[in-house]
């Protein structure tokens, strides 16, 4: 059994401040690991609309088992919050392009001796492959990765889920200038351009980019190397395994291995897309995935599911 004081010590999380290579400034917090040589670094990317908060018992965890993390909010949400959303021009991509760029740089400035391995949460787990930076990384652990294609929802909620984050949103981000998620109890708010890039995303993640860029994009996404352990619920209606073997498609350079839990697997009746990183699954889930981050080793290898979908799943 892992044991984890819900108490983090104040010295264990120190606040930091991340430049962008084009002047934005990012909030977030660096973690201490434990013990006199830590194990190595590791980058924790949020979901969208949810604050680098949400994840900080999970890194004070890691930080418990030796690892430094670097936990940060991208642009436009929380710490990284402007003055004024509207106008602000920030888009989907730049979490990727600049915001997880610059994490990436600060923990190799700040710790130049260790490997940086990444965990990534939702678009936080296909983000790292924007980064021109990327090759840093080592090893990513990724749940509920996708990039939110309406047509990977699951069967049973996609109506619901289209009508909520492809009709909703975008009229009212529209109305508002930004998308005010925190007052409908929708997540966090939004920039306008964040919001829209995830209402209006094709099948084709590339096509979002410039026909000049998308060649670009891809190329850069396939030279990743890291390799990538990818998480899926079954009960996860948002991050389906179509929706994560869709993402994972873009990262052809690395070795990639899917699993499929089961909530039952993890002792719950219900996790869905978020509810791995609450702190009760310490003594579990948390506690497993030291070993693919410290060791490479997958600990749900009877978990695992083909990275193309068999025939009786594409009908």
């Not at 909010?73 to 106008?87: F, K, T, W």
């Not at 190329?219 to 390799?227: E, F, H, I, K, L």
């Not at 509810?275 to 003594?283: G, V």
Request: aromatic residues 12%; contains cysteine; charged residues 20%.
């Amino acid at each position: 059994m892992v044991n984890l004081s819900l108490s983090i010590p104040a010295n264990v999380r120190q606040p930091v401040t991340i430049t962008c290579k084009d002047g934005v400034v990012l909030g977030g917090h660096l973690w201490l690991g434990a013990g006199s040589a830590s194990v190595g670094s590791v980058v924790l990317n949020c979901a969208t609309g949810v604050l680098a908060s949400y994840y900080h018992r999970y890194a004070g965890f890691l930080a418990s088992h030796g690892y430094d993390v670097l936990t940060y909010d991208y642009r436009g949400i929380g710490a990284s919050r402007p003055e004024r959303l509207q106008g602000c021009g920030f888009r989907w991509r730049d979490w990727g392009m600049r915001d997880f760029e610059a994490a990436l740089r600060f923990i190799r400035a700040a710790r130049p001796e260790q490997r940086i391995d990444v965990v990534g949460h939702s678009i936080g787990g296909f983000l790292p492959g924007l980064a021109p930076s990327a090759p840093l990384i080592k090893r990513i652990l990724t749940v509920g990765a996708q990039y939110a294609w309406w047509g990977d929802y699951a069967a049973a909620s996609r109506l619901r889920l289209f009508a909520k984050w492809h009709i909703a949103m975008p009229v009212i981000t529209k109305l508002l200038g930004y998308f005010p998620g925190r007052r409908l109890g929708w997540l966090e708010d939004l920039p306008a351009g964040v919001a829209n890039e995830w209402s209006f995303r094709g099948q084709r993640f590339e096509d979002s980019f410039p026909p000049r860029d998308r060649e670009v994009m891809r190329d850069r996404m396939g030279s990743v190397t890291a390799p990538i352990l990818a998480v899926s619920l079954t009960d996860d209606d948002i991050g389906t395994t179509t929706a994560v073997r869709r993402a994972l498609g873009y990262y052809a350079g690395a070795d990639r291995i899917i699993v499929q839990l089961q909530p039952s697997d993890l002792g719950r009746e219900a996790i869905g897309h978020f509810a791995l990183f609450h702190d009760s699954h310490a003594d579990g889930f948390w506690a497993d995935s030291l070993r693919w981050l410290r060791d490479g080793e997958n600990p749900w290898h009877d978990r695992v599911v083909p990275l193309s979908p068999s025939s009786r799943e594409r009908g």
